[in-house]
């Protein structure tokens, strides 16, 4: 593989935009994107930005019909570095751990597992119930990492779009991906002042 592959796969949880920025952010890299939108994450899309498809589909290098079972992305010969799924909707969360696989998404996401890539999924989902966390825990087990878009406020974020870069950054991470100034702690992060160290007994 002469150069690195990501799918990028967006659903129609709420979080359009965690899919395209992850895009964006892959766009000036060596990474090769193939994106997969869903049925539904295009109704999102027109629900949540002001992205229209055009201008989603030209971030990518390939798109591919979520209804195209035949693609490339549902054979393990053809080589990735994994797939996220960002935001990933409990109806895919579900359907990957059941090997259920109705669309590319979920055949995508099957033959990463089988294959023995990283898949990490931006699971939109509060509250939980059992099902949901039962659910999580056998994708855990087969090899998947959940990964719930959750605001890092050692940060200090200013604005909600710094939130959403930060999250991405970190998922990008899980694919050895390196987004160039993303906030670090203990690098370009550090505690305000001095910290007192814990004593013995706490």
Request: charged content about 25%; overall charge neutral; proline content about 6%.
């Amino acid at each position: 593989m002469s150069r690195r592959r990501l799918i990028v796969a967006i659903t129609g949880a709420s979080g359009f935009v965690y899919g395209a920025r992850a895009l964006e952010m892959l766009r000036p890299l060596e990474v090769e994107t193939h994106l997969i939108l869903s049925k539904s994450a295009d109704l999102t899309r027109r629900y949540e930005t002001g992205i229209s498809r055009e201008a989603l589909f030209e971030l990518a290098d390939e798109v591919h019909p979520v209804g195209d079972i035949g693609a490339s992305l549902s054979s393990g010969s053809f080589r990735t570095l994994g797939m996220l799924v960002a935001p990933c909707s409990v109806k895919t969360m579900s359907e990957i751990a059941s090997g259920a696989t109705t669309n590319l998404i979920s055949r995508a996401a099957d033959v990463v597992l089988k294959e023995r890539r990283r898949l990490v999924l931006m699971l939109r989902e509060t509250p939980l119930h059992l099902g949901h966390l039962r659910t999580m825990t056998a994708l855990t087990e087969m090899g998947a990492i959940m990964f719930p878009p959750v605001p890092a406020f050692y940060a200090r974020p200013d604005s909600l779009e710094t939130m959403i870069d930060h999250s991405v950054a970190r998922a990008l991470d899980l694919f050895d991906i390196d987004i160039k100034g993303m906030p670090r702690w203990g690098e370009n992060l550090h505690p305000p002042g001095k910290v007192q160290q814990p004593r013995n007994d706490d």
